[in-house]
């Protein structure tokens, strides 16, 4: 098994899944970083009305800047909540030749790949360590109640 980094960013749908299909160089921020390196890529939690706007706002931009091979999936192919790749920040930047690129900002990356299993994964905002933070498995609501006593004969 490849050992993962220890930093994470969390990304809408379907921008991860184009990040970590090599479709996509560059992640646009509204701010600017100083990290660098090698980090995971987090696939935010669905939200219906986050989808629908990254959806039609994906197939936008693919069609405006005449990006070619990076269909949008179907939702149901997408993981979300989960770590789906790794790639590496070189530079963050103002300007970028990338048809991508929207800015203000942008992360530059490189190698990108994707997991084979995405990783289940509560996510954050920014940078963050996602070790540990693996969501709860959710309790049987029937092994929960406590077993009673029994009553015997009530005659």
């Not at 090599?22 to 090698?38: A, Q, S």
């Not at 690129?101 to 954050?124: S, T």
Request: hydrophobic share 40%; aromatic share 10%; with cysteine.
């Amino acid at each position: 098994m490849i050992e993962l980094p220890k930093l994470a960013i969390s990304i809408r749908q379907p921008w991860t899944h184009a990040i970590a299909q090599g479709w996509k160089p560059v992640e646009n921020r509204v701010w600017y970083t100083n990290v660098r390196g090698p980090i995971c890529l987090h696939a935010s939690r669905y939200h219906k009305a986050s989808w629908e706007d990254d959806a039609a706002g994906y197939r936008d931009l693919v069609e405006e800047r005449g990006i070619g091979g990076a269909q949008l999936p179907d939702r149901e192919e997408l993981a979300f909540g989960c770590i789906i790749g790794t790639a590496e920040i070189v530079a963050c930047v103002s300007e970028h030749p990338s048809r991508w690129f929207v800015g203000p900002y942008a992360m530059v990356l490189a190698n990108a790949r994707p997991l084979a299993e995405p990783i289940p994964i509560i996510g954050k905002l920014g940078f963050f360590e996602w070790r540990g933070r693996e969501p709860k498995p959710k309790e049987d609501p029937v092994a929960a109640v406590p077993a009673l006593p029994a009553q015997g004969s009530l005659f």
